[in-house]
C-alpha cells in the first residue's frame, strides 16, 4: 500500500460464500484489505428468521469459521478486513468474533461496530410526522399492510467505515451499509477524499468510481469468471477460483487482477458482465453516496488477468435513502417429487390436476398454490414453452414441485398429509422426498421505501480484542 494506490479484494460475494480464496490472497499478502459483503434483502430475513429464535443471533454466522480461518492470517500480515456481517446484530457479533479471537492468543485487534440502521423502534413515530412509508413497487402506505412488522433497516452510506478506519479500525462489523460503500468508505479513509458538502465534479466522479469498484468486487467470483455467460464455456479452473482483486488509484481509476497461483479469469468480459448486474439504470446507478453513471466507462485488457478500469461519472448524492421493512406474511410449505419414464410428462399433469381436487375440499384455507414442472418450467414459470409433445413423451423424467401460502401450521401439515396417499394412489413411478408435514418454514417478505436522512444517525463503537 502506497499514498497513490491501494489494493483491495473482493472476500465474499454472499452469506456462505467460501473463504478459501480470502484465505490464499491473505496468505500471499495480496491486498491490503478484505471486502466481505453478506448482506441482501434475502439476507435480512434469513437473520431475522435466526433472531426470532434466539436474540443473540441475527449476525451472519459463517464469520466465527472466518474469525478461527482467514482473520488471523490476515491479522498477521497487516490486512484489514470491511464487511457488513454484523447483519441485524452488529455488537453480538463483535463480542463473538473478539472471544474467538482471544481464544487464539490474538489481541491488540480494534473492532469496529456500525450501528444506526435499525429503524425498527422509529416507524411509529415516523408516522406519526406525516410520513406514509410508500411501498416502492405498488404505492401503498405502510399503514395499509395488517401483517406483522419484524424488521426495518435502512441503507447506510460510506461515511461510517471511513470514521471506523480513521479511528485505527482492523476490523469492521457494520450492519445494512449498502454493498458498494464498504469499498467507498477504504477508498474515502485512505485518499482522503471529499464526501460531504461542496462538491464539484471531480469529487463526484471520484466517489462514483470507489462506488463502481465496490460493485466490481462485492459479489466475489463473480468478476474472475464465475457464473460466467460471457467467458462461457469458461476454460478455465473454477474450483480454486480466484477472486478479484483491485489496485485503486488516487483518481478512481482502478486495474484488476487475481492471483496468479489461483484460477478464475479477470477480462473486459468479466467486469462489464459484472458491471451491469443489478443496477437497473446504467446512466443512474442510486447509492447513499452518489449516483453512479456508467455510461461512458473504459474496460481495457491491458495484460493476461489485467483490466483497466476508468471514466466512470458521479452525479449528487439522492435526497432520500431506502428502508426495507420486513413483514411477516405467514407460513410456505412446499413439497418435490418425480415420475419415471414412460409417459412421464402426463403423470405429472394427472398428479398435479389430483393435487388440486384434493386441496379444494379441504376444511383449510390455502391462500396461493403454485404448481411447476422440474425440467420444462420449474426456472422459467409460465414464460418457458413447451417442448415437442414427442420430445415431451419421451422425456427420462420430470419433477414436480408444489408450495402454498398459508397462515398457520395446521394447514402445512394438513395439505400434505392429504396426497400422501398418492405414492400408492396416484400415476406411478412416482418418487417423493422425505420430510412430509416438516417443510413448514416462515415467509418473510419484503416492503421497500424511502425515508429522509434525518432519521439516521449511526453509531461507530471501538472494542479492543
Known sequence: MTKYSIKIAGAQGFYGDSPRAAIQIAKEKGADYLVIDSLAELTLSILQKDKLTDEKLGYARDIELMASTLFPIAFKNGIKIVTNSGGLNPEVAAKKVAALLEKQGIKGIKIAVITGDNLLPQLGEMQQAGLVLENMDNCLPLSSSSFEITHANVYTGA???????????????????????????????HFKWKLEGNLEQHDL????????????????????????????????????????????????????????????????????????????DPANYITPDVIVDFTAVKIEEIAANKVRFSSIKGKPRPDKLKLSIGLMEGYMSDQFMFFSWPYAFEKANRFIETVKEIWAKLPVKIERAEFSLIGINGIHGSAAPLPAKEVLDEMNEI??????????????????????????????GLIGIPGWGKTDRLMLSLWPTLIPREWVKEKVEIIES
Not at 471511513?162 to 460503500?181: F, H, M, Q, S, T
Not at 466490481?216 to 462461457?232: M, P, R, T
Not at 483491485?246 to 487475481?258: H, L
Not at 419433477?399 to 400422501?420: C, E, F, Y
Request: net charge negative.
Open 205 to 280: 466522479d471520484k466517489l462514483a468510481s470507489g462506488i463502481a469498484v465496490g460493485h466490481l468486487l462485492e459479489c466475489g467470483g463473480q468478476a474472475s469468471g464465475g457464473n460466467s455467460y460471457a467467458e462461457w464455456p469458461m476454460d478455465y479452473s473454477i474450483s480454486n477460483l480466484g477472486y478479484p482483486i483491485a489496485e485503486v488509484f488516487e483518481d478512481g481509476s482502478a486495474i484488476f487482477s487475481k492471483l496468479e497461483s489461483q484460477g478464475g479469469k479477470v477480462s473486459r468480459n468479466t467486469i462489464r458482465e459484472q458491471l451491469i448486474y443489478e443496477i437497473h
Open 399 to 428: 419433477g414436480v414441485r408444489l408450495v402454498i401460502k398459508h397462515n398457520d401450521l395446521r394447514t402445512g401439515k394438513m395439505a400434505m398429509q392429504s396426497i400422501i396417499c398418492l405414492g400408492l394412489n396416484g400415476p406411478p
Open 159 to 189: 461515511h461510517t467505515i471511513a470514521e471506523a478506519l480513521d479511528k485505527g479500525a482492523d476490523l469492521i462489523l457494520a450492519g445494512r451499509v449498502a454493498d458498494p460503500c464498504l469499498t467507498l468508505g477504504i477508498l474515502i479513509h
